[in-house]
């Protein structure tokens, strides 16, 4: 049981960061660069892919932060 139950917590962690990177990809779209930059960030910090991708294509593209190749 403890397995399925740790399958099932990966799982939830997951699918939430999964709507917090369609969340923040939809301020992006927005334009409001510094909020985008600051959510991506916060996933970037747990760990998530996503969060990583959008902050490094951030810092090379100049939005929201200073350009940074």
């Known amino acids: 049981m403890l397995l399925l139950s740790s399958g099932l917590l990966a799982e939830d962690r997951q699918s939430r960061e999964a709507v917090e990177a369609l969340k923040a990809y939809a301020v992006y779209k927005m334009a409001n660069y510094d909020e985008a ?33």
């Open 37 to 69: 930059f600051a959510r991506f960030m916060v996933l970037a910090e747990k760990g998530n892919i996503q969060g990583m991708l959008n902050i490094a294509h951030m810092l090379q593209s100049g939005l929201g932060v200073d350009r940074n190749e």
